[in-house]
Each structure stands twice: as structure tokens, then as C-alpha cells.
């Protein structure tokens, strides 16, 4: 899938594509408007999904690696089976697990871009957990 972009008034983005080319097996490329190209592997993309299940999982895993995993309900390799652009800020991935809750922003992307971010340390995992979202818990 391709998709190119010549305008973008994105929703207060500091990073926006001109470019994206979704190689569904193997990776997300996206040529930023600043001239960076980012390389995101499939993988990559499904680990640091932005959705809240996601983003607990990674916490849970942080505080305690021998957290239990979900079982992805398949065997193999994790593929994008589907994207959509949604507006102008955001694509959404669907992914050979099932998972399709992440909206991935344009400067989400950028954060978690493994050429600058190799340990996809995420600045909102360290956000309080959503059942306690004020962190008086």
C-alpha cells in the first residue's frame, strides 16, 4: 500500500509524512517532510502499539519481565493485514494477531522510529495507568 501526501494541516503535528509505503510482511516506510526516512518492522510496530491494552502490557512488563504475554491466537511470524490513514494525523494497523486498536500519530511515530529510539522506550507508558488516570492510586 501507498499512500502519498502533499498537504497535510495536521491536527497541532510536528512531524508529517509526504511518503508511506506498507510492505505488509515486512515493514512500515515512512519519508518524512523534513526528508528523514523511517524504517518501522512489523514487529516493532505490533510491540509498541499506542493502544491502552498495549501501553498496560508494556508497564506490567517493565515492573515484572515474567509477565505472562496473551496468546496471539495464531502461530508464525505477525503481519499488517490492513491500514488507514485517519484524518490527517494518524494511520491505524491491523495486524495477522487480530490487534487493531493502536492509532499510530505522526509524531508517535517518529518517537518510536528504531533508528533513533532502538529500545522503544515509549514517554507514555510512564502516563498513569487508565484505572487511575489523576495517579492517586
Known amino acids: 500500500?501507498?499512500?502519498?501526501?502533499?498537504?497535510?494541516?495536521a491536527m497541532k503535528q510536528t512531524h508529517t509524512p509526504k511518503h508511506l509505503d506498507l510492505k505488509k510482511d515486512t515493514?512500515?516506510?515512512?519519508?518524512?517532510?523534513d526528508g528523514r526516512e523511517s524504517v518501522y518492522p512489523i514487529a516493532h510496530l505490533r510491540r509498541l502499539s499506542p493502544s491502552a491494552?498495549?501501553?498496560?502490557?508494556?508497564?506490567?512488563?517493565?515492573?515484572?519481565?515474567?509477565?505472562?504475554?496473551?496468546?496471539s491466537g495464531g502461530s508464525g511470524q505477525v503481519t499488517a493485514i490492513d491500514a488507514e490513514?485517519?484524518?490527517?494525523?494518524?494511520?491505524?494497523?491491523?495486524?495477522?494477531d487480530g490487534h487493531a486498536t493502536g492509532l499510530?500519530?505522526?509524531?508517535?511515530?517518529?518517537?518510536?522510529?528504531?533508528?533513533?529510539?532502538?529500545?522503544?522506550?515509549?514517554?507514555?507508558?510512564?502516563?498513569?495507568?487508565?484505572?487511575?488516570?489523576?495517579g492517586l492510586g
Request: proline share 8%.
Open 53 to 71: 491494552d498495549m501501553r498496560e502490557l508494556r508497564k506490567s512488563m517493565k515492573k515484572n519481565p515474567l509477565t505472562i504475554l496473551p496468546s
Open 1 to 9: 500500500m501507498r499512500w502519498w501526501f502533499y498537504t497535510v494541516d
Open 104 to 134: 499510530y500519530s505522526w509524531d508517535y511515530l517518529r518517537e518510536i522510529d528504531p533508528a533513533i529510539n532502538p529500545d522503544g522506550r515509549v514517554k507514555s507508558d510512564d502516563a498513569p495507568a487508565h484505572n487511575d488516570p489523576l
Open 85 to 96: 490513514l485517519v484524518g490527517n494525523y494518524a494511520i491505524k494497523i491491523t495486524f495477522s
Open 27 to 33: 515493514a512500515l516506510t515512512i519519508t518524512w517532510q
